[in-house]
């Protein structure tokens, strides 16, 4: 019997690379500075594997 050993993906995550606003960041409070944690941009890759 013949059996792939190999796998191979490509992804993409992200695709439209929107920028989403996930958390506030607040340090000490509103008087100092204000930013947002953010997603991860776009990411672009290929995933390969063997079973054996």
């Known amino acids: 019997m013949l059996v792939n050993k190999w796998d191979t993906a490509l992804f993409v995550n992200n695709l439209t690379n929107e920028t989403a606003f996930l958390a506030l ?3 000490r409070g509103t ?3 204000v930013g947002y944690l953010t997603n991860q941009p ?3 890759g290929i995933s390969t ?3 054996f």
Do not use: G, P
């Open 25 to 27: 960041d607040q340090e």
């Open 31 to 33: 008087r100092a500075r």
């Open 42 to 44: 776009r990411t672009i």
């Open 49 to 51: 594997r063997v079973n």
